[in-house]
């Protein structure tokens, strides 16, 4: 058989292979929707910086705290 006469085959029964796909995954989709969840997971996270005894430095902590935070969040 040469590669038109393939095409021609798919071709003539691409509807059945598109709705046995889309059945496939509708159903797949509404099985996997309706199991309940097999675990959850929750997490904190606590970023201290060292305590400094400069004058200002507190607000400066607070930053750098406040930018760490973004760095090891997954946004």
């Known amino acids: 058989m040469e590669l038109r006469?393939?095409?021609a085959i798919a071709w003539k029964?691409?509807?059945l292979i598109v709705?046995?796909?889309?059945l496939?995954?509708?159903t797949a989709w509404i099985v996997s929707f309706n199991l309940p969840?097999?675990?959850e997971a929750a997490t904190t996270l606590l970023i201290?910086?060292?305590d400094s005894s400069a004058t200002g430095a507190i607000y400066?902590?607070?930053?750098?705290?406040q930018r760490l935070a973004d760095t090891y969040s997954l946004r």
């Open 5 to 7: 006469q393939y095409a």
């Open 13 to 15: 029964w691409l509807w």
């Open 19 to 22: 709705l046995g796909t889309a």
């Open 24 to 26: 496939a995954g509708g």
């Open 37 to 39: 969840p097999v675990y």
């Open 48 to 50: 201290q910086q060292a």
């Open 60 to 65: 400066a902590d607070v930053l750098l705290s």
